[in-house]
């Protein structure tokens, strides 16, 4: 029954689905009248899921994409609970709740995966970039050596052949001057001082260039090394300047959810003050209402007219009506005072971070637990809350807020039964609109003061 009753308001609601043609691109081809009867309801879901274009189009699904589609099924609900109410389907909701909080943990790994990704290619082009600079500079590098090296071996063969000749020219002399001893004694033994003294200065010269050489390549060395030396460095700096920027991003994100708190808190002080005003007010009124009909002087002449004015002059509410206010002011004062400590708590936390800059990154404060704040301990998924938001039945009445307006001008008159009536019918609904969700809250206790009625005259 819960399935026909859900077709029907699917037709009702929608017939432009059922009756508008089909005219995507990547619809299938239509086949024949009996293969289509043929075909059973789970294999005619299956073609339309497995064989569907979308699942290959939508492969990079994110959470926002999830949250559309949970709000377009929370209205679909809505229509549904409207037209033939909740129990139609119960049994849906918990599952469709528990397939939107699984698509969306693979829409956030899916997010996870892509940043990934991309950080990866990052990295892997700016490695690439520098190998391509580490190795132009060492072509250069060696270019240079080459050049070097080759001038070298030019110098060293002219000085080679330069030694050679040299060589040729003392032996020539030498035995010149062997032949010609007798004649010409003074005169050769000036010309080999000159020739010695030629040679020796060009043996100075190639020793002091052989030395220049070796001098440049332990140059040419030490430069390769601080070259290799100051890549590692780039690397440690860069890696470095990486994590600063994550540390800058996380200490942004942490600021921001701080200041959104605070700013939280200070709207909820605000209207916790406003309504133990207004409690205080109504308390204060009433109790001068209660003065004043206890001080009026009751006569004795008339005993059937004292009664009727003391009936008359009796207030307007019940022990029970003003015990409910004197609690929900406690409950409110209690309040006010763990919002102002944690307003307190998140304005010292921030004074704290702006005198100390230089100070080592610390986590934020932590918050209370819930089933302090609430009573309650329940962990709720984001699609839960999403969901919820689209039943606004089913958010319970506070214990802050009176089912009924207080006005101080005006007297408490008792509700007729149709009015009773009409509030347990909502409160029914309530009810099983939030049994879809398993997540009753439950009121924290407080301790009610005692009022004792006023003495009798």
Known sequence: MASEAMKNSLSIENPADFSAPKTNNYSPAITSINDHESLTPIDSIRNMTCSS??????????????????????????????????????????????????????????????????????????????????????????????????????????????????????????????????LHNKSDLTNSIETISITREELLCIKNLTEENIKLKRILKGKDKELTQKTLDIEAVQAQLDRMCKANCTLRQKNTFSTNQSQRLMVEKLDLEVKLKEKENYIN????????????????????????????????????ELRQVLWERNDLKTKLMEVEEELRMFKDHEDDDDYDVNAPVQGPIPLEPEEKLNGYKRDESKIRQFVRSFFPLSKKASPLEPTTPISAAIPIVSTPPSTSVASSDSLSK????????????????????????????
Do not use: C
């Not at 008359?312 to 509410?317: M, Y």
């Open 430 to 457: 309530r009810l099983s609109v939030e049994s879809f969700f398993g997540t009753s809250k439950k009121t924290p206790k407080a301790n009610i003061p005692v009022l004792t009625p006023p003495p009798s005259q």
């Open 53 to 182: 274009p979308m699942r290959h189009q939508n492969t990079n699904l994110t959470v926002l994409d999830v949250y559309d589609e949970a709000a377009l099924i929370g209205k679909d609900f809505e229509r549904i609970i409207d037209a033939y109410g909740t129990e139609t389907i119960r049994d849906l909701v918990p599952k469709v709740i528990r397939i939107l909080e699984l698509l969306e943990l693979q829409a956030a790994k899916n997010e996870r995966d892509a940043d990934e990704y991309l950080e990866m290619k990052t990295r892997i082009v700016r490695l690439e970039t520098e190998k391509n600079e580490t190795r132009e500079l060492r072509e250069k590098f060696d270019r240079e050596l080459d050049l070097t090296e080759e001038q070298w071996r030019k110098e060293a063969d002219n000085l080679m052949i330069l030694v050679s000749k040299l060589q040729d020219d003392n032996r020539r002399l030498r035995d010149e001057l062997e032949r010609n001893s007798d």
């Open 285 to 320: 009124q009433m109790k001068d209402r209660v003065a004043d009909e206890l001080s009026s002087p009751i006569s004795s002449i008339n005993p059937i007219d004292s009664i009727e004015d003391f009936e008359t002059t009796q207030p307007k509410f019940t022990l029970e």
